[in-house]
């Protein structure tokens, strides 16, 4: 059997590979929030008789003074746009209408909403509190069915740490690639803390089981039995996940892009971080454990 908990220390400095670059990023640059989050416009349209990319209606839009924060192409919809900004005055879209008809361009509006700060404030407050309750909840969960709170916390921190590397890649793009954070992409933090977690219960439930049957064997031991029979089907189950997450992220369109991309990290960073986060987590735990009842 390979003794995949011998190097317990090394998947911990391969985690911080990662983590580090990502909590500098958040510190010194953070993430750039939608107009969902800080207030503005969300403006959807048709462009008929011309054809148009983004990059140019965004270019048209700056023109006519429209502080443009993202234009996104609608998914399914060849001539249809989200143009995003902050507070857009009636008389300045208009100008920009009139420059897409100057380019030979007919537009149809599909909706055009304004977010108050207020509203975006509240949502940032939601969210956090969201993913504050659902890391409570299910540390509690897994601290009880498995009858010991260090199964529970070790599990919310290898959850943190697949929370912590999305957001810091996006905190890359948005400082490169001008990428924002909305709606879409909190849903996909949400679920990647699920994703994390049961990957992770499915790693514990066959310690559990080893406790039971493999008597004899140290509780490194027994973690590594765990890890052993489990890693297969992990990655298996994790790579048909992958694949599809691929495929969107290609061909899916702009409108879900960022969307895809952040589960696709989630997923990559939770089948690692279950086996090679969560468990040495528990090694440590557990040795700790044993160090204070001798001493």
Same mark, same amino acid.
């Given at each position: 059997?390979?003794?995949?908990?011998?190097?317990?220390?090394?998947?911990?400095?391969?985690?911080?590979?990662?983590?580090?670059?990502?909590? !500098?990023?958040?510190? $010194?640059? +953070?993430?750039?929030?939608?107009? #969902?989050?800080?207030?503005? &416009?969300?403006? *959807?349209?048709? =462009?008929?008789?011309?054809?148009?990319?983004?990059?140019?209606?965004?270019?048209?839009?700056?023109?006519?003074?429209?502080?443009?924060?993202?234009?996104?192409?609608?998914?399914?919809?060849?001539?249809?746009?989200?143009?995003?900004?902050?507070?857009?005055?009636?008389?300045?879209?208009?100008?920009?209408?009139?420059?897409?008809?100057?380019?030979?361009?007919?537009?149809?509006? !599909?909706?055009?909403? $304004?977010? +108050?700060?207020?509203?975006?404030? #509240?949502?940032?407050?939601? &969210?956090?509190? *969201?993913?504050? =309750?659902?890391?409570?909840?299910?540390?509690?969960?897994?601290?009880?069915?498995?009858?010991?709170?260090?199964?529970?916390?070790?599990?919310?921190?290898?959850?943190?740490?697949?929370?912590?590397?999305?957001?810091?890649?996006?905190?890359?793009?948005?400082?490169?690639?001008?990428?924002?954070?909305?709606?879409?992409?909190?849903?996909?933090?949400?679920?990647?803390?699920?994703?994390?977690?049961?990957?992770?219960?499915?790693?514990?439930?066959?310690?559990?089981?080893?406790?039971? &049957?493999?008597?004899?064997?140290?509780?490194?031991?027994?973690?590594?039995?765990?890890?052993?029979?489990?890693?297969?089907?992990?990655?298996?189950?994790?790579?048909?996940?992958?694949?599809?997450?691929?495929?969107?992220?290609?061909?899916?369109?702009?409108?879900?892009?960022?969307?895809?991309?952040?589960?696709?990290?989630?997923?990559?960073?939770?089948?690692?971080?279950?086996?090679?986060?969560?468990?040495?987590?528990?090694?440590?735990?557990?040795?700790?454990?044993?160090?204070?009842?001798?001493?």
């Amino acid at each position: 059997m390979i003794r995949f908990m011998r190097f317990k220390y090394f998947y911990f400095i391969f985690s911080g590979i990662f983590l580090i670059p990502s909590i !500098l990023s958040l510190i $010194f640059w +953070g993430l750039k929030p939608s107009v #969902e989050f800080t207030g503005g &416009t969300d403006a *959807a349209f048709e =462009i008929r008789n011309a054809k148009f990319e983004t990059e140019r209606i965004a270019t048209t839009a700056k023109e006519v003074g429209i502080e443009v924060s993202a234009v996104n192409a609608i998914s399914g919809n060849p001539n249809g746009f989200i143009l995003k900004s902050k507070e857009i005055p009636q008389e300045k879209y208009i100008q920009f209408q009139s420059k897409i008809k100057e380019a030979g361009g007919e537009v149809k509006e !599909l909706y055009f909403e $304004f977010v +108050g700060p207020v509203i975006g404030k #509240e949502l940032v407050e939601k &969210t956090i509190i *969201a993913i504050l =309750i659902a890391s409570f909840f299910i540390m509690i969960y897994v601290a009880r069915q498995f009858k010991d709170k260090m199964y529970g916390v070790c599990a919310v921190i290898a959850m943190f740490h697949d929370t912590i590397i999305v957001l810091g890649v996006f905190s890359m793009l948005s400082y490169i690639l001008n990428v924002e954070v909305d709606l879409l992409f909190v849903t996909a933090v949400l679920t990647i803390l699920s994703f994390s977690v049961h990957d992770t219960v499915v790693v514990y439930d066959r310690i559990r089981e080893s406790v039971r &049957t493999a008597k004899g064997l140290s509780f490194e031991d027994l973690v590594n039995k765990a890890v052993g029979e489990t890693l297969s089907r992990s990655i298996n189950n994790s790579m048909t996940i992958i694949f599809m997450l691929l495929s969107l992220f290609l061909l899916g369109g702009e409108t879900i892009r960022w969307f895809v991309l952040a589960l696709l990290i989630g997923t990559i960073s939770g089948t690692y971080s279950s086996t090679f986060t969560a468990s040495p987590l528990l090694i440590v735990w557990e040795k700790l454990i044993t160090k204070r009842a001798k001493a």
